[in-house]
């Protein structure tokens, strides 16, 4: 099942603009977000790795 997280226009926003508010409002809303906490957990590890240092993500260790 495709999640939206991955066509997600504010993720896309950050991935060009991370200062930007709305880049910023993405990076924050995602550290309570249930949708991203389904779509991040349903990544295998080496893709969790990948997101957490591109998004500088600390949960769901």
Excluded: V
Excluded at 2 to 19: G, L, S, V
């Amino acid at each position: 099942m495709a999640h939206q997280c991955e066509n997600c226009k504010f993720r896309a926003n950050y991935d060009r603009k991370p200062n930007s508010l709305m880049g910023r409002f993405w990076r924050w809303h995602i550290n309570f977000c249930p949708g991203w906490k389904r779509y991040f957990t349903s990544l295998n590890d080496e893709q969790k790795d990948e997101m957490r240092k591109k998004y500088q993500f600390t949960k769901y260790l």
